[in-house]
């Protein structure tokens, strides 16, 4: 019988290769005998990007020019920002004029008119 010494003649970076090698293949051996998890779906807490893509592609595909409208100007104040620029009207007197306006322009929001089209609408009523 020969001596044992702590020397296994594996360098150190072969021992924590071959010690990976063993953790990968024990997970797999693991994992392969586990249930598979059920594909997301329509679920209105998961991101539409985690949703598998049949899905994701009829969501787009059915999309109203509301629910684009709704997703792009989420805030009532983005979207007054983007009807401002289009007027092409100086920040305070736009301001000026909207207050007159108010009820029109909530309108023209809660109706989803693009800023353009909004832009336009305000023009009628003395905004340029």
Known sequence: MGKKSAHSGESPKE???????????????????KE?????RKDPNIPINLWPLKDQLEYYANRTPEDKFQEKYVRYSDW?????????????????????L?????GLYDTCVCPKAAARALEKHGVY
Do not use: C, W
């Open 15 to 33: 021992r924590s290769i071959n010690k990976m090698d063993k953790f990968i293949a024990r997970n797999e051996r693991r994992n392969k005998h």
């Open 36 to 40: 598979l998890l059920p594909a997301r």
């Open 80 to 100: 007054l920002t983007e009807v401002q620029q289009a007027t092409g009207v100086y920040p305070s007197t736009f301001i000026d004029y909207i207050g007159k």
């Open 102 to 106: 108010d009820d029109v322009i909530k």
